[in-house]
């Protein structure tokens, strides 16, 4: 039982390249979420999705893309990156129902350049 | 985006001393959460909180979801050095499924 796995855990890209960021559980939790944390901050809700083929924007959601095929799999997609998309992106779930308890990922490190 | 304010910002304290910090919002919640990371990893629940002035422990810690319901407070007794990290609140509205996290509380131990 892994929980929740993210790849790559780091990765430097130049300005106006693009990647996708995976992330993969096996807890068959309905609720997953996209979160980026910058140096000293707290985590921002980039994109979160309640089931496969439903995802919802959070607070920071331009310049990212998602998509939720499976209940296993919520990728994220960076188009076009940024210096201001430099920052550690975690994936978390939460199983349906009256818990609160999210399960985070290790985290991916990004670097735009 | 709308974030949490905690306080204080960090933290040096002894080991063995007592360890108060709080979170506050312009906003009610009707769930509040307290969250520990550690350097490099992501960050694990502690304590949830369900219901204004509800006071909840788990072992050294204990976390309470104020009375406005626009607070909370973490406090950890008889600290050790492993409780370093940094602590973050969260809270959630009824009725979504999205959290607000807040700037995090930064706790060095010296042993």
């Known amino acids: 039982n892994a929980g929740v796995t993210q790849t790559p855990k780091f990765r430097i890209l130049k300005i106006g390249q693009s990647m996708t960021l995976q992330c993969t559980q096996d807890?068959?939790?309905?609720?997953m979420y996209w979160y980026r944390q910058d140096p000293g901050m707290g985590l921002k809700l980039i994109y979160y999705s309640v089931g496969a083929g439903i995802t919802d924007k959070g607070e920071v959601p331009n310049g990212y893309n998602v998509s939720r095929s499976t209940t296993e799999d919520f990728p994220l997609r960076l188009e076009l990156a940024a210096p201001s998309q430099t920052s550690v992106y975690f994936c978390?779930?939460?199983?349906?129902?009256?818990?609160?308890?999210?399960?985070f990922g290790p985290g991916t490190r990004l670097t735009v350049l | 985006g709308q974030q949490l304010n905690q306080s204080p910002q960090s933290m040096f304290i002894q080991e063995g001393e007592d360890v108060s910090m709080n979170c506050t919002s312009s906003?009610?919640?009707?769930?509040w959460l307290w969250y520990k990371q550690d350097p490099g990893e992501g960050p694990v629940l502690l304590i949830a909180?369900?219901?204004?002035?509800e006071l909840t422990s788990n072992g050294r810690l204990t976390a309470q979801f104020g009375i406005t319901r626009k607070d909370s407070f973490l406090n950890i007794s008889a600290s050790i050095p492993s409780d370093v990290g940094i602590y973050f609140c969260?809270?959630?509205?009824?009725?979504?499924?999205?959290?607000?996290f807040g700037t995090g509380t930064r706790l060095k131990v010296l042993a």
């Open positions: 906003s009610i919640f009707n769930t």
């Open positions: 978390a779930t939460r199983d349906r129902g009256s818990t609160d308890t999210q399960y």
């Open positions: 969260a809270g959630r509205t009824s009725g979504t499924y999205k959290y607000i």
């Open positions: 807890m068959n939790h309905n609720y």
């Open positions: 909180l369900y219901k204004a002035g």
